[in-house]
Structure formats: C-alpha cells, structure tokens
C-alpha cells in the first residue's frame, strides 16, 4: 500500500492499481502546486466532512471530470451538499466498506472546536486495519487503536497546538505517524515543525515521516 499526501489533508491510496483519493479540496488546490489533472485513474473518492479544506465541488468536478469512473463517499452532511452542487455519491458513515483491495471501517468522529462554527459531521477510517484517519480529532474517542501502524495525524491547525497534538498521539503510540493537514503553512515553517515533532517522537521510537514534497509519500 502506498501512501501519498497531495497538500494538507489531500491523500491517495494506491495498491493493485486500485486508487483512492481523501478530501481534495481548497487548501491544497489554492497555489496552483496540486491540480486536478495528477489524479487520473482514480477509482473512489472519500470526503470526511464538509469544510472547505476537505469539500470543494468545483475542485471535485474537475477530478470527477477526468475520472468518469470514480464513485465518491461521503456522510449524510456533505451529501445533502452535493445534492445541491449536482455530484452523485454513495452514503457511508459506520461500519465496513471494501473498495477493491482496501477495506475500510467507518465511525463517527467529533471534530475539535472552531470559533464561531458549528461541528461538522465527521467521518473516520481505519484503512486496511493499518491505517487510522482520525481526520480533525484529536480525542479519546480511539482507544481500541492504540498501537496502530499509522497514524495520520493533523500537525497543525487553528482548534490545536502543538502540545495537544503530541499528546494525542503518546496516547495513540502508533509505530508510525504520517503529519496531515498543515496546507495553510509556508514550507520553512512546516519543515521547522516537522523536526520539532520527529525529535520527540523519536524518544519513543515511532516514526515520523517528514512529507515535504507535492506527491511524496510512503509504503505501507
């Protein structure tokens, strides 16, 4: 299984020469640094929830528009959304899904809390029972994970910092931690924090991976 990050929380899943795409959306479209046409040959597509920097339509359509193919999941929120922006999909929000090699476990996930903004449905997955996408949660709602392979972890964000993000993730102790959703920094910053992060996190022998390029990833 490889595992690449596109900016910020935009992730694709690859094996078998199946593809499946996490949340492209604004923040990791807004320079210019990823377009629609990297992603072709896409077989699903998974949106979380309905923040702009995990659900963009036009941005969708444009990935859709070269991947006819592509079935898109999502939660009863972004749904109803899409219903109006004209984008078909198939509801998925708790238990089990396979999508060609990947089996993926659903649940409900409570988003951190924003200024002045009400929380969103959010949808979690364990992919292939080793990989855990708390996507924007950083709680106590996990706790049969502990231990996991991978963990894709938000590093930074406007509900955190960084001392509860290291503190979710001791918790955690997965064997590995790939850093998500930080599209919004500049490259020496992000690059800085993430040295930050790997100098702890190697105390305690898990990997941190430092994702700094467009497209790079890992295997799985």
Do not use: W
Request: hydrophobic residues 40%; contains cysteine.
């Amino acid at each position: 299984m490889k595992i690449s990050k596109y900016l910020h929380s935009c992730l694709l899943f690859e094996q078998d020469g199946y593809k499946l795409l996490f949340d492209p959306a604004k923040f990791s479209f807004a320079e210019g640094r990823v377009t629609a046409d990297m992603f072709t040959g896409i077989n699903a597509i998974v949106i979380t929830h309905i923040h702009p920097d995990h659900y963009d339509a036009e941005i969708l359509k444009s990935i859709l528009t070269l991947n006819n193919n592509a079935v898109v999941y999502t939660n009863k929120q972004v749904g109803g959304q899409m219903d109006k922006d004209g984008i078909a999909y198939q509801i998925v929000e708790t238990g089990d899904l396979t999508l060609g090699p990947f089996a993926l476990t659903a649940f409900p996930l409570t988003h951190e809390p924003l200024l002045d903004n009400p929380i969103p449905e959010m949808t979690g997955f364990v992919i292939n029972g080793k990989v855990l996408h708390p996507v924007d949660a950083l709680s106590d709602e996990m706790p049969q994970y502990k231990g996991i392979e991978l963990l894709l972890l938000v590093t930074m964000a406007p509900f955190t910092n960084e001392l509860k993000i290291a503190a979710f993730a001791d918790k955690m102790q997965p064997k590995q931690i790939l850093p998500v959703h930080d599209g919004y920094a500049r490259d020496f910053f992000v690059k800085q924090r993430y040295a930050n992060y790997k100098k702890h996190f190697d105390k305690q022998g898990i990997t941190f991976h430092e994702i700094l390029d467009v497209g790079d990833g890992i295997e799985l």
